[in-house]
């Protein structure tokens, strides 16, 4: 499997909140010496926090993830946490698109026991007179 | 027995499509209210336009549901066993009759229908409700 930064991006989006936080926070662990194990060694990268007695996380990932990560020079003076940070702000701030594979919205469980259509990570909210303005300009 | 006693709210559009996306501004008030009243209800009218927001791409950010997932989020809250479904009358004299305007048409039809089945309208349009303060209750 080989996936572009993109690509890798958009399948951590469609992850739950809790398995996006601990992305993350791999993430953050991460450097330039684990990516490059990845590329040596295997395409599964494993993270074992030193106060804790199980592997939190094994994410399965490109072959070649550390050579795309350094042509595209996300290894040269930028953690991979701010590159997907800001790559997460781009794509929330850019023009609305249409629905692609891999981008519906997921329905989950409310507080309340019904189903609810879950916000994306730092989508801004919308209001009861959008709502109300989009609700008179429909065409009947 | 909620703060309401046993009166059956009819939700409008507003508070239907609040009560369903986490997006909306207002889905926490809803959610919380919605668990203090014991019945509510929605009509065709306030599910299709319910059902017609949640896959269009201006209010979904440009992220609009599929029809499939958005009927599956309407059918699972309209299942619920507090819930009613309430027909839609003939337009009547008293209140879409004195209609001012056709933005209000829809909305004065929608106090008809809940005055008609017994129930308030539950609205977040403030405009609504000072319009109909006897047959309507704001959510704020």
């Known amino acids: ?140 | 027995m909620g703060r309401h006693g046993m009166v059956m709210f009819l939700l409008d559009v507003s508070v239907l499509f609040a009560a369903l996306n986490r997006t909306h501004k207002a889905h926490q008030t809803v959610t919380r209210w919605l668990a203090s009243i014991d019945r509510h209800a929605s009509c065709g009218l306030t599910q299709i336009g319910t059902f017609r927001l949640l896959l269009t791409p201006t209010t979904m950010h440009g992220r609009p549901m599929k029809s499939a997932a958005a009927h599956e989020m309407i059918a699972d809250f309209t299942g619920c066993r507090r819930h009613r479904f309430v027909a839609c009358p003939a337009l009547s004299r008293s209140t879409v009759g004195k209609t001012n305007g056709h933005n209000a048409a829809v909305d004065d039809y929608l106090v008809q229908i809940a005055n008609d089945a017994g129930c308030r309208l539950a609205t977040l349009d403030r405009a609504l409700a000072t319009r109909w303060p006897e047959r309507t209750l704001l959510i704020n």
């Open chain 1, 1 to 140: 499997m080989s996936m572009g930064v993109d690509e890798l991006i958009s399948a951590i989006l469609r992850l739950p909140r809790a398995d996006r936080a601990r992305i993350l926070d791999a993430l953050r662990s991460a450097d330039i010496g684990a990516a490059n194990a990845v590329r040596d060694g295997a395409a599964t990268y494993q993270i074992q926090r030193s106060e804790e007695s199980m592997t939190l996380i094994t994410l399965p990932l490109p072959d070649d993830l550390a050579d795309r990560a350094r042509d595209a020079g996300l290894l040269a003076s930028k953690s991979l946490e701010e590159i997907l940070r800001r790559a997460l702000e781009e794509h929330y701030a850019a023009e609305p698109i249409d629905v692609a594979p891999g981008q519906e919205r997921r329905l989950v469980r409310g507080e309340n026991g019904y189903l609810v259509v879950e916000a994306f990570p730092g989508e801004p909210q919308i209001t009861t007179e959008e709502v109300k303005k989009a609700w008179e300009d429909m065409e009947w």
